[in-house]
């Protein structure tokens, strides 16, 4: 394939070579090729179909969401249109147009960060694009097709190609100037900084990172940074200088902690302040892993996050703490999370099917009412936050609630198991396993309006969660 440069900074016009004869001709362009010019993978293929005049842009997606694009005319003819709309680019406000027929078989990378449009020159055109990533139409967005300070040669280009009146939508007739939009993109990538990757979380935000394009990111077990040490964190932190900081370690041991204050305390609040310290240092944002235990789970109803907490165990005390530390960063976010399960590491399900090989029957809590939590669905918003600047403390779990009693009848359905569970009080549960447990909240039931009043979506229900992770861990078992 050859590759040719534009005047927009990482915009090339490609050229796939052909080989043919009286019969017709042959090309193709491989994934390296793509992979080369920062083309990720092929998420989706789309195809538009357009008369003679008709304009189409200019188009872009808003991260966390944003596309880059590889496209072709299959048919007719178009003059496609970019604009360098990346703020840190050399290029940015610049526009270039190019000419794309079957018959040059020409194609055109368009960046993430740039916005794409097109105007047709024949009847009957069919306009091709491949996209790496997601359409997601809530978060479509765009600039005016002929802003004025883009001084893009319109008039020129309809005369050229004989159009008399150019035909758009509504909607692109009546979008803001690249001056006025408040969509921000930007050429360098971020850098990603990620705590406790050995765990369910940590191990998951990285493979959403890695499916949304993004590389440069960080992932540290407690061997590759311990956070209680001050200065191994604050070394590690300034020398990588990540934009955004996932902080999921923690000291997750709930009935342990009760015995272990000292160890848990340095870990989930004296480590805290470390990281919030090294964030503030280099400037990075900070997104922290609360809990539902900060709450005493007396009230009746759902709580929200002006609720006042009121831990009764040390786990929940602790990580309260650490809300404390991590809100001296003013560009944080505090996301209170509850039942996490994911397939790095071992979780309520994992325990239910476990068991289910042994037992006819299990003796299941059911006075403790929550959200059950599948980390992929949760690394998926959470990076989502981490592109936005809307800070703040959030409920985030799947959508629903139940009992652990309820959710462990659903996992047996879910995988065809004939074990029965059996419902039982928490104080039954500590008489029959003669253990000592540290107080659990009965009311774990959060309130996620907050997400929807900022423009994030609620994850799916906790049903769907639960089916489409057991099919993961089929799948890995395979």
């Known amino acids: 394939m050859n590759k040719k440069e534009t005047n927009l900074k990482d915009c090339y016009i490609l050229e796939p070579k052909r080989f043919g004869d009286e019969r017709g001709y042959f090309e193709s362009v491989t994934e390296k090729e793509l992979k080369d010019l920062g083309f990720n993978k092929i998420f989706q ?9 008709i304009v189409r842009g200019l188009h872009f997606q808003k991260d966390p969401y944003c596309q880059a694009k590889v496209v072709r005319c299959h048919r007719g003819a178009v003059l496609d249109v970019v604009v360098d709309v990346r703020e840190d680019s050399e290029t940015y406000g610049k526009w270039t147009s190019v000419y794309l027929t079957p018959e040059n078989g020409r194609m055109l990378y368009v960046p993430r960060g740039f916005a794409h449009g097109f105007v047709s020159l024949k009847e009957d055109t069919l306009f091709e694009y491949y996209v790496d990533n997601v359409y997601m139409p809530r978060m479509e967005g765009g600039i005016l097709w002929n802003d004025p300070n883009l001084d893009i040669n319109w008039d020129e280009i309809f005369e050229k190609y004989d159009i008399e009146k150019p035909v ?10 690249l001056e006025e939009s408040n969509v921000k993109f930007y050429r360098e990538p971020r850098r990603f900084l990620i705590t406790g990757f050995t765990g369910q979380l940590g191990y ?39 934009d955004v900081i996932f902080h999921c370690a923690a000291w997750t041991a709930v009935d342990k902690a009760e015995d272990m204050i000292e160890e848990a305390t340095k870990v989930n609040v004296q480590g805290t302040k470390n990281l919030t310290d090294a964030s503030l240092e280099v400037g990075a944002k900070i997104l922290y892993m609360s809990t539902d235990y900060v709450f005493d789970g ?7 996050e002006e609720d006042t907490p009121n831990p009764m165990n040390v786990y929940g005390k602790t990580k309260l703490q650490g809300e404390e530390e991590i809100k001296r960063n003013p560009n944080h976010f505090i996301t209170r999370i509850s039942w996490v399960f994911g397939i790095n590491g071992n979780n309520f399900v994992k325990t239910m099917l476990k068991l289910s090989e042994n037992y006819d029957t299990l003796n299941v809590v059911d006075d403790q009412i929550g959200s059950p939590t599948y980390t992929k669905d949760l690394a998926n918003l959470l990076v989502e936050m981490s592109y936005t600047d809307k800070y703040g403390t959030y409920h985030v779990n799947n959508d629903g609630y139940c009992s652990w009693a309820e959710f462990a009848k659903y996992i047996m359905e879910s995988n065809e198991k004939t074990t029965k569970i059996n419902p039982v009080t928490t104080e039954e549960y500590s008489e029959l396993t003669g253990t000592k447990q540290a107080y659990r909240p009965r009311n774990s039931k959060l309130s996620k309006e907050k997400l929807v009043e900022n423009g994030f979506a609620m994850l799916p229900s906790w049903q769907d969660a639960t089916d489409r992770y057991c099919k993961e861990l089929k799948k890995v078992r395979k």
């Open 168 to 177: 758009l939508s509504v909607k692109d007739q009546d979008r803001v100037t």
């Open 204 to 242: 998951d935000i990285a493979k959403e990172l890695e499916e949304r394009g993004e590389y440069d990111y960080l992932a540290l077990s407690s061997k590759d940074m311990d956070i209680t040490n001050r200065e191994q964190v604050m070394k590690v932190v300034k020398n990588y200088k990540p």
């Open 298 to 304: 007396k009230k009746e109803g759902l709580y929200t």
């Open 45 to 53: 293929v789309s195809n538009s179909l357009s008369g003679k005049g």
